[in-house]
C-alpha cells in the first residue's frame, strides 16, 4: 500500500499569504495519478488538481500542483477567505487508492 | 450536469447489514470508472472500492474486504455497496465519487454523502 503523508497538519495563514502543502508518498507515484481536493465543512471534497499539475474544471489559477516520484506539492498563491478548508492528496496509480491524512488551511 | 446522488444510509446494528445505493445522472454511466470513499466523524478521507464500467475489475480496501461488496447496474446508471458484517468502526459518511479516463481516473465528481451509523 501507498502510504501519503501530508505536511504540515495545520497551517495558519492569513488572506493575502502564499500555502505552500505537501505530500510526501511512501513509494513512487506517476504524477499521472496524483490528486489534490478541498473539502470545506459539512461538504463533499472537491477536485483541484489531476494529473499533478492540471487544473480541473473552474479552479482558479491561483492554485497549482507541482512534483513527481514521491514529492508532491499543492501551492495557493494569495489566499481568499473561501480557501480556508482542509485539504487532500490521493493517489490512483496503484490499489488501494489511498488518501493523505489531510492539511487544515486556517485563518491565522 | 453531472450529478450523482447517493442514499440506503442509516442506524444499524454491529453485525448487521446495509445496502447504499448511488444514483447517476448526466453523462454515460457504464463508461465511468466509480469508488466508494468514506470520511468516520471528525477524521479524514478513506478509500473503500473502485469498480470499472464493465464490472470487471473491482477493487477493495483491506478494512471492508470479504464484508464488502461493490456493485454496480447499468441499465439503472446505479452503483451499489452492500456492507455486511458491519462493526463500530465503519461509521462514516459514505460518499460515491466518478472517476473519469478525462481527469486520469481522480474523482471528479461527488454526491453529497449518507451517514451510516454501526452503534447498539
Known amino acids: 500500500e501507498i502510504a501519503l503523508t501530508q505536511s504540515p497538519g495545520t497551517l495558519s495563514l492569513s488572506p493575502g499569504e502564499r500555502a505552500t502543502l505537501s505530500c510526501r508518498a511512501s513509494?513512487?507515484?506517476?504524477?499521472?495519478?496524483l490528486a489534490w481536493y478541498q473539502q470545506k465543512p459539512g461538504q463533499a471534497p472537491r477536485l483541484l488538481i489531476y494529473g499533478a499539475s492540471t487544473r480541473a474544471t473552474g479552479i482558479p489559477d491561483r492554485f497549482s500542483g507541482s512534483g513527481s516520484g514521491t514529492d508532491f506539492t499543492l501551492t495557493i498563491s494569495r489566499l481568499e477567505p473561501g480557501d480556508f478548508a482542509v485539504y487532500y492528496c490521493q493517489q490512483s496509480d496503484t490499489s488501494p487508492y489511498t488518501f493523505g491524512q489531510g492539511t487544515k488551511l486556517e485563518i491565522k | 450536469e453531472v450529478q450523482v446522488v447517493e442514499s440506503g444510509g442509516g442506524l444499524v446494528q454491529p453485525g448487521g447489514s446495509l445496502r447504499l445505493s448511488c444514483a447517476a445522472s448526466g453523462f454515460t454511466f457504464s463508461h465511468s470508472t466509480m469508488n466508494w470513499v468514506r470520511q468516520a466523524p471528525g477524521k479524514g478521507l478513506e478509500w473503500v472500492s473502485y469498480?470499472?464500467?464493465?464490472?470487471?475489475?473491482?477493487y477493495y480496501a483491506d478494512s471492508v474486504k470479504g464484508r464488502f461488496t461493490t456493485s454496480r447496474d447499468n441499465a439503472k446508471n446505479s452503483l451499489y455497496l452492500q456492507m455486511n458484517s458491519l462493526r463500530d468502526e465503519d461509521t462514516a459518511v459514505y460518499y460515491c465519487?466518478?472517476?473519469?479516463?478525462?481527469?486520469?481516473?481522480?474523482?471528479?465528481?461527488w454526491g453529497q454523502g449518507t451517514l451510516v451509523t454501526v452503534s447498539s
Open positions: 513509494q513512487s507515484v506517476s504524477s499521472r495519478y
Open positions: 469498480i470499472s464500467g464493465s464490472s470487471s475489475t473491482i
Open positions: 465519487a466518478r472517476a473519469e479516463y478525462t481527469y486520469n481516473f481522480s474523482f471528479d465528481s
